[in-house]
């Protein structure tokens, strides 16, 4: 299914198929689209070297069920989850240009954590209880059980933080992307976890890779005035709250981190990109800032709600 967005930009969802002609069709007509199904799929409609930036935030590894079974985030390791979102990000890469910039942002788990917990929320016979259900039918997730790996003493050890954002990082590179920034996202407001043996985790990482040396970058419009009343870069540690939305999705973007990304990433005008839209902060943040837009999600709760929040924010 597709979503029109607004009567405003007169979007037409299924123009793609066969009515686009030229390149230049392309980019006066699909000004802002979302659509409903597997980003892999539906990217493959788009020309090469037309997207200025893709910002987005993929599922984890075994940190919430969005859809069911066999979907990303559901792998039964962490270094075949690493493995599958590095193959996503190879697909969209040829639609990147050149010039291109690629924001990732993704955080970490531990293995085996809360895997004991998880149980209450199945019954006896391992059916989903309706504690799961409801969660199910108010954040449109559920908690997942981390996949039973065998301990073997070295990186699957209970409490072992697995390093996933580094070993994603790291794949990234080895498959050719250029990696040109760890930024840590920090979140002052975080709310204390329950742990008793370490501290409090209050960070996530956004990656920002590109395919070239060469790329679109304006730090001008993110400088921060420093001590001496002179702009200055504003550094690569953010802090930035975590934003509740009135709506129920559990992992959303707050919108000024988006802000900053799009400000710096993409042209005005230019095309922004996410695969993994969830609620479709990027969408609005991007159409605020006067980009295009193109986002699409699995989820079709998901792209409703991000639909209707969209036409409250326009
Ligand atoms: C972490 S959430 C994104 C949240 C988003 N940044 C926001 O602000 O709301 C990841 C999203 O990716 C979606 N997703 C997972 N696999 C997908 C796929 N193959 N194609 C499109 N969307 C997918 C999930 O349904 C989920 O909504």
Redesign the pocket.
Known sequence: MCQSATKKFDTECHLFDEKIQSKNDFEIKLNNTIEH????KLISKFHDDTIDLIV????YWAKRI??GSG??GSEETPEEFVKELVNYFNIFKPKLKKTGNLFVNIGDTFFGSGAGAWNKYLDENGEITQTQKDRKEKFFTTKPLQPKLKQNGKLYQNKQLLLIPARFAIAMQDSGWILRDDIIWHKPNRIPASVKDRFNNTYEHVFHFVKNKSYFFDLDSVKVIGANGNPKNPGDVWSINTQALDGD?T???PEKLIEKIVLCASPENGLVYD????????WIVSNRLKRNFIG????ED?INYANQRYNKNF
Do not use: Q
């Not at 199904?37 to 892999?40: E, I, K, P, S, Y």
């Not at 987005?56 to 599922?59: A, H, L, N, R, V």
């Not at 699409?296 to 989820?299: A, K, T």
């Open positions: 199904g597997d980003c892999r987005t935030s993929p599922p969005y859809n979907e990303l999705h992992a959303t973007f695969p993994f839209l969830g609620t479709g902060t990027s699409h999600e699995i989820n998901f």
